[in-house]
């Protein structure tokens, strides 16, 4: 591997990285927590960097996955907090009798677990089957 430049330093698997492009998916990134179409943030990042459509597209493709797995792990980090807070107010709810409190946040609290959900509701859902049978004999 060649010595690394001021626009490239060597991370620990032999493999370069471009702080260039970095920079690029940094600016792409704040973009789209922003706002704006991805042609739009792809525009701006063209002309910020004077790079072409199909490396724009690569550093947008690259801003947004790291979007997703950020607010991925971010969601999954607030519904266990919301579930705490839930179950500590089904608890206080259940100590001062509020039944009414205590039956939503149990509502709420399956709703999350998957519960409600239409697969459950459909499975749960009573079967009736009505079935005519012919009243005329043979005669």
Same mark, same amino acid.
């Given at each position: 591997m #060649?010595d690394?430049? #001021? %626009?490239? &330093?060597?991370i620990?698997?032999d493999?370069?990285y471009?702080?260039e492009?970095e920079k690029? +998916?940094a /600016?792409?990134?704040?973009? +789209?927590?922003e *706002?704006?179409t991805?042609h &739009?943030i792809? %525009?701006?990042?063209?002309a910020? /960097?004077s790079?072409?459509?199909s490396?724009? =597209? +690569?550093?947008?493709?690259?801003?947004? %996955?790291? !979007?997703r797995?950020e607010q991925?792990?971010?969601r =999954?980090? @607030?519904?266990?907090? !919301?579930?705490?807070?839930r179950?500590?107010?089904i608890?206080?709810?259940? =100590?001062?009798?509020q !039944?009414q409190t205590?039956?939503? !946040?149990c =509502?709420d @609290? *399956?709703?999350v677990? *998957?519960? &409600?959900a239409?697969e459950?509701?459909?499975?749960?859902?009573?079967? @009736?089957r009505i079935?005519v049978?012919?009243q005329?004999?043979s005669?």
């Open positions: #060649s690394p430049t #001021s %626009s490239q &330093c060597e620990a698997q493999s370069e471009d702080v492009q690029r +998916i /600016f792409c990134y704040t973009s +789209i927590t *706002g704006g991805r &739009c792809e %525009s701006r990042i063209r910020e /960097f790079v072409t459509q490396t724009a =597209k +690569i550093d947008y493709d690259i801003a947004i %996955s790291r !979007l797995d991925s792990d971010t =999954k980090e @607030l519904i266990e907090q !919301l579930q705490a807070i179950l500590t107010a608890r206080k709810a259940m =100590k001062r009798g !039944l205590v039956s939503q !946040l =509502k @609290l *399956g709703a677990l *998957g519960e &409600c239409p459950q509701l459909a499975i749960s859902a009573p079967d @009736l079935v049978e012919n005329i004999a005669q």
